[in-house]
């Protein structure tokens, strides 16, 4: 049997470096798109469909869709919602459709078109994703959102987090996967603490969403496992 | 005053991120390009010319220069020199001029490119360069050679060394650099053993060169600071 092996890209700027056809894509913006969608689906929401432009996400209104946006950590005027996980726990929006855009999250999805096949990672469905991938054919290869081309750090701790759960069944392909590793190793016992001097924590901090940030580093609050088909994505 | 930064470009296909044109660029390829460099002038080499096209290099032997040439590793047919230090400790090449071109390093020169100063940086002359940037007035950028646009470990722990010893001085701006001060951390004790794994010291390893790789990550070998005008390296 040969070993699968699974790969990180650290920016969705570093996408034509891989090939992604015969790959299990896990597309990861923890701060905060990835977290929102995982936690949508745990409390119920029918699918959420990505887009990388804001105009084409305002454009679904008319057919039904709830609209989420974000743009710099910030909800877009317009949209009913924006990018906070607190916000998707809503029974209202139960079986709804919600069209989705933010800075990064979203641009990785796009990036990732071609992909055998796309999921959605978030800390809070780590050890679903990580199931999913143990027990699949493919190779693996991470998307790191990460913040308008340049790498994050947490972003980069749930890569680590992904090869540290899979080191005994799935093999890292090259440095970054080690490199993402090693640093969840190092952080993984106060993530949280780990990550106070990164750019987007602080950005955030600015913002005052301190609740929001702790929660999208707790791993395994849900067992959803979102994945992109025709565009959209569903469980 | 203000607080200079540092920040680290990880691989050259992230370039474009980045302004260059106030900043002091420190480009990096520990395994093996400025490794060399490094080596050269602390030998007595009068100037290095780095070209990305092999061709253009092979264009100056009939200038008088001496060819060193690294594609995958390995010297290229027809160069005078490869790519390991231990070649540019040779007596006979003290007072000549080299054009060099590898598979890594010399890219990354290239698209550093605009930049308001660029040097070269490596652990051989690990305090040398700190030190510079220390006393300077302009912000840095780390250049990391990395691997056909991968990013790689040796590379990002000497940013990530240089993150560490210039903390008290220079401020570390976004995450990039913070992910490579922990790696460095985490790995400076023993350098050697913390890279085993990562995979241009595997590809090295199959190589046979197991001397050049510790040597490369022995720091403050040298005091010279190679920096480069019109196009070329001097001292």
């Given at each position: 049997?040969?070993?699968?092996?699974?790969?990180?890209?650290?920016?969705?700027?570093?996408?034509?470096?891989?090939?992604?056809?015969?790959?299990?894509?896990?597309?990861?913006?923890?701060?905060?798109?990835?977290?929102?969608?995982?936690?949508?689906?745990?409390?119920?929401?029918?699918?959420?469909?990505?887009?990388?432009?804001?105009?084409?996400?305002?454009?679904?209104?008319?057919?039904?869709?709830?609209?989420?946006?974000?743009?710099?950590?910030?909800?877009?005027?317009?949209?009913?919602?924006?990018?906070?996980?607190?916000?998707?726990?809503?029974?209202?929006?139960?079986?709804?459709?919600?069209?989705?855009?933010?800075?990064?999250?979203?641009?990785?999805?796009?990036?990732?078109?071609?992909?055998?096949?796309?999921?959605?990672?978030?800390?809070?469905?780590?050890?679903?994703?990580?199931?999913?991938?143990?027990?699949?054919?493919?190779?693996?290869?991470?998307?790191?959102?990460?913040?308008?081309?340049?790498?994050?750090?947490?972003?980069?701790?749930?890569?680590?987090?992904?090869?540290?759960?899979?080191?005994?069944?799935?093999?890292?392909?090259?440095?970054?996967?080690?490199?993402?590793?090693?640093?969840?190793?190092?952080?993984?016992?106060?993530?949280?603490?780990?990550?106070?001097?990164?750019?987007?924590?602080?950005?955030?901090?600015?913002?005052?969403?301190?609740?929001?940030?702790?929660?999208?580093?707790?791993?395994?609050?849900?067992?959803?496992?979102?994945?992109?088909k025709n565009k959209t994505l569903s469980l």
């Open positions: 049997m040969t070993t699968k092996t699974i790969d990180v890209c650290l920016s969705p700027d570093l996408m034509h470096l891989y090939q992604v056809q015969d790959r299990t894509v896990v597309v990861v913006d923890i701060l905060r798109a990835t977290s929102c969608m995982t936690t949508a689906f745990a409390h119920g929401i029918n699918s959420i469909m990505p887009f990388a432009k804001l105009e084409d996400c305002l454009a679904k209104k008319t057919e039904g869709y709830y609209t989420a946006g974000e743009r710099d950590g910030k909800k877009v005027e317009g949209c009913d919602l924006g990018n906070s996980p607190f916000e998707y726990m809503n029974p209202e929006l139960k079986g709804k459709k919600i069209a989705f855009t933010t800075t990064n999250g979203t641009q990785a999805i796009a990036k990732s078109e071609g992909a055998q096949e796309i999921v959605i990672g978030s800390f809070l469905n780590l050890s679903t994703v990580a199931n999913y991938l143990r027990q699949g054919t493919n190779n693996v290869l991470v998307v790191c959102a990460g913040w308008k081309g340049k790498v994050n750090l947490e972003d980069t701790l749930f890569a680590g987090a992904l090869v540290e759960l899979l080191k005994d069944n799935i093999e890292p392909d090259c440095d970054a996967p080690l490199m993402a590793q090693h640093l969840y190793n190092q952080g993984k016992k106060d993530l949280v603490g780990f990550l106070q001097n990164s750019s987007h924590v602080k950005r955030l901090a600015r913002l005052n969403i301190h609740k929001d940030i702790e929660f999208c580093l707790t791993p395994d609050q849900y067992t959803v496992l979102p994945v992109l």
